[in-house]
């Protein structure tokens, strides 16, 4: 009882580091770990199916956990990206559900994902905000003390949860633990008969997704943030048909935001009107957590077409003001996210957007920490670095890297990977001495950092020499697989999947055939992610025939193809889009010196001084 055992790279960290990875290496992983000693140990599922007992509530505990050691972590905001992460996980038709049906041995090695942990979290979050976190940590509280070393099921802590709460929420949850998918709602004003919005609910279901079974619909605890006479106000029901009906007060509002602080598990579907009026009037009325999830419903709607990119692209600005870690990444990820589908004769203006948008910020933070340096600065300057330093290619901000790397191993960790990264890349030189140094480098962080830079250079017949690596005998080869899909172009994914199909046998007879959380057919992603529509037929029969039959192959292999084929339709969908905004980018020029100027004609005056020119 009490024992927790640690990877090296988890808790012996280099004593340079800042605060970032002393609070997510460590104080995290502690606070998932201990927690699992309440929920794992002294009460334990029954069976497989719940696993999520266990790791969905270490999840939920680590965050509340880590706030209280150190409250700059703004709880509210990392989990709001666990839901995100959740979302996008649930966004597969074949995506698991919560409980899910355990079969076979198979069965349970696809069960340790984004679905259990962090769908686990995000729907104990959603329900505790709708009967109140003391009531909440009452139930939980009866449950443990219930089932204390003992089984559990999910049956038996909703009874607890509805026990405390006093009123059932046994069916509520039912429907987010046992089916797959997550809802989306869309939202309107209705006021003829008084202000009241119209809500319904659907499956979410993102482009080049296929049809699937008929799914029962949720019963949603709704929380919606709404304009009332100028400010904020806010409501809140259970939605538990298709559609519903949620009466307000005041006059029939300007706009709505169906998910207030972004806790609910579900999606909203926004109007191009709905989002105008929510960028322009209602977005200093909005918490962060709002904002933050507006933002993501509003990529996701690109992505299907639902909403033009112009005016996805300028809710990039509102975002960047928030200048955090949990703002400037999604900000900067959105349209850095398109960097595979630019064509080639309009990346100069796609690398002059990105230098220009975001390029100030990151010669602001800098390639090197400082002590002055905030969680905040921390945390975002990788982001930064890299989507300006590494995919806008600065060219300052490369010199700066190249600079900096001769010396690297006395670099912070925080940031000698990305560093090496850049270097790597630019300078063949450094791409070499990296290459020699990595088969005896004793420290297995560094090893880790050397294989990623060597693995991620955009220069093919360069990765090629990297990937050689794997086979080397004298090397662990599960460090040196990671090397694969780690390529940062389409044609780097080429090169990853061509050495997979020219040494597969050697690859899988050196492997371990046994995992829990990484099954082996995870690789069928290096070929799923072509993303492309005419080697859709090609790329599908290959990674069945290759990895199906491997432990926990079968869903894993599915879930690849269907992420391959939303991938198309959102390519599909994205490149007309890309290609109109980047022809609309203007490349400002530096402006020429200024040329001599005819003399005047002879005077008394004694001329002035030229001035010197201005600087563009």
Request: hydrophobic fraction near 40%; charge should be neutral.
């Amino acid at each position: 009882a009490g024992l927790i055992t640690w990877s090296e790279t988890l808790i012996l960290l280099d004593p340079k580091s800042g605060s970032k990875e002393r609070q997510n290496t460590w104080v995290v992983v502690a606070a998932h770990e201990i927690a699992h000693q309440w929920f794992g140990d002294l009460v334990t599922m029954k069976f497989w199916d719940d696993i999520w007992l266990n790791e969905g509530f270490a999840n939920w505990m680590e965050t509340k956990t880590a706030a209280r050691f150190e409250p700059a972590n703004h709880n509210e905001n990392v989990e709001l990206d666990q839901r995100t992460r959740a979302l996008e996980a649930d966004s597969l038709v074949t995506a698991r559900q919560i409980r899910q049906p355990i079969n076979n041995v198979d069965d349970i090695l696809t069960v340790f994902d984004g679905i259990t942990y962090n769908k686990g979290a995000s729907v104990l979050r959603m329900f505790e905000q709708y009967v109140g976190p003391e009531v909440f940590q009452r139930g939980v509280r009866e449950y443990i003390a219930a089932k204390a070393h003992g089984n559990a099921t999910s049956a038996d802590f909703a009874a607890a949860i509805s026990k405390a709460a006093n009123k059932d929420v046994s069916a509520a949850f039912a429907t987010f633990l046992d089916q797959a998918g997550a809802p989306e709602i869309v939202a309107a004003p209705a006021c003829t008969a008084g202000p009241s919005v119209t809500i319904e609910q659907r499956r979410y279901l993102p482009a080049g997704a296929s049809r699937p079974s008929v799914t029962k619909p949720w019963i949603i605890p709704l929380c919606m943030t709404y304009e009332k006479q100028g400010k904020r106000a806010e409501a809140c029901t259970l939605v538990e048909q298709p559609t519903a009906r949620l009466a307000l007060t005041g006059a029939c509002p300007r706009w709505i935001m169906p998910n207030a602080n972004g806790a609910g598990y579900y999606r909203v579907a926004y109007t191009a009107p709905q989002l105008t009026v929510l960028r322009d009037e209602a977005w200093p009325e909005l918490t962060w957590t709002e904002r933050r999830s507006l933002f993501n419903d509003v990529v996701v709607a690109t992505s299907q077409g639902r909403v033009p990119l112009m005016l996805a692209l300028s809710f990039v600005p509102k975002m960047l003001v928030g200048n955090d870690r949990f703002t400037l990444p999604p900000a900067m990820g959105f349209p850095s996210g398109f960097d595979r589908w630019v064509p080639n004769e309009l990346r100069p203006k796609f690398e002059y957007y990105l230098r220009t948008m975001f390029g100030p910020g990151a010669l602001a933070v800098g390639l090197a920490p400082r002590d002055s340096d905030t969680l905040d600065i921390e945390a975002t300057r990788s982001a930064l670095i890299g989507t300006v330093g590494w995919t806008a290619r600065d060219p300052k901000l490369v010199e700066q890297a190249v600079a900096l790397a001769d010396r690297w191993r006395d670099l912070p960790q925080a940031t000698r990977g990305l560093i090496l990264d850049i270097a790597v890349d630019a300078r063949p030189e450094m791409f070499a001495r990296i290459l020699k140094e990595v088969r005896t480098e004793p420290d297995r962080t560094r090893r880790e950092e050397m294989y990623n830079a060597l693995a991620g250079v955009r220069d093919v017949k360069r990765q090629s020499e990297a990937l050689a690596l794997i086979l080397d005998p004298t090397l662990d080869i599960r460090e040196t697989l990671g090397m694969l899909g780690n390529g940062s172009l389409e044609a780097n994914d080429a090169v990853s999947a061509q050495f997979w199909k020219d040494h597969d046998k050697i690859i899988l007879a050196r492997l371990p055939r046994a995992g829990t959380t990484e099954p082996i057919a995870g690789y069928a992603y290096l070929f799923t992610s072509a993303c492309r529509a005419d080697k859709r037929d090609e790329i599908t029969a290959y990674v069945r025939a290759e990895f199906a039959s491997l432990p926990g192959g079968t869903r894993v292999v599915e879930q690849a193809i269907e992420s391959m084929n939303q991938c198309i339709a959102k390519r599909t969908i994205a490149e007309p889009e890309i290609r109109g905004w980047l022809t609309g980018v203007k490349i400002a020029k530096d402006k020429p010196k200024d040329e001599a100027k005819p003399e005047k004609k002879a005077s008394a005056k004694k001329p002035k001084p030229a001035k010197k020119p201005k600087k563009s």
